[in-house]
């Protein structure tokens, strides 16, 4: 499952393989009209990066998700990456200059801590933080 990842790399966050744009938070409706919402995660926004594809970033998500099963320090891992959050899911998709990464929970609680994981990592300098809040 971490075949080609550096045995150095497979413990670091993917998210901070590249610069963070941003991050957004995901919401689902909770009621039949689609009047009520909850969080159910959050979209990280990443740089694009010499030789970072799609699919190599979803490996790297891979390894790391299996690693920190395995070394069962998911609740200080996940202080730093939303990816730690247990029971999580994802999906990677290119954005054309970048990637984003959508990082999801069925539990509201473990919801709420990826959005706050995952808006720290991005810069509040950043000239993109503002124009991604507002994106639907």
Not at 1 to 14: D, F, G, S, Y
Not at 97 to 123: C, M, Q, T, W, Y
């Amino acid at each position: 499952m971490c075949a080609l990842i550096p045995e150095a790399e497979q413990n670091v966050c993917p998210l901070q393989h590249t610069e963070v744009l941003g991050a957004r938070e995901l919401k689902a409706p909770i009621d039949a009209k689609g009047y009520v919402f909850a969080p159910t995660g959050a979209v990280v926004y990443m740089v694009a990066a010499p030789g970072l594809t799609q699919e190599w970033l979803g490996h790297l998500v891979e390894c790391y998700q299996a690693k920190i099963a395995i070394a069962g320090n998911g609740l200080q891992a996940r202080e730093s990456c939303p990816l730690a959050e247990p029971g999580s899911s994802y999906s990677v998709s290119s954005t054309g200059d970048g990637f984003a990464v959508a990082i999801r929970s069925p539990d509201h609680d473990a919801a709420k801590r990826i959005i706050e994981v995952s808006e720290r990592l991005a810069p509040s300098t950043s000239p993109h933080r503002e124009a991604l809040a507002v994106r639907p």
